[in-house]
């Protein structure tokens, strides 16, 4: 894959790794049958995937993927420009506990 990673800016960057912390992870995960977008959110020290696929383009072209995140906790997903995903970041990433009904 081709990630985007953004990072906290206490990272050392003279130790970065595979492992090294980070807020966000967007991009192109293409290996073998597997032709997805990750969306990845870090939360507390875990990694939390996006509920469901957002499909990739996997030909030989090159092509734009912008994740947006609205302060509303909406997002979308793009691939050139062109919606493959949105939704509601509470609704689509399991972070937060099920609310329990007493």
Known sequence: GGYLKLMPSTIDQADFHGETEYNLMFGPDICGATKR???????KGENY???SDARCESDELTHVFTWVIHPDQTYEIKIDDKSVA????????DILPPKQIN
């Open 37 to 43: 977008s990750h969306a990845i959110i870090n939360y």
């Open 86 to 93: 949105d939704g509601n970041i509470k609704e689509d990433w």
């Open 49 to 51: 995937l996006r509920s």
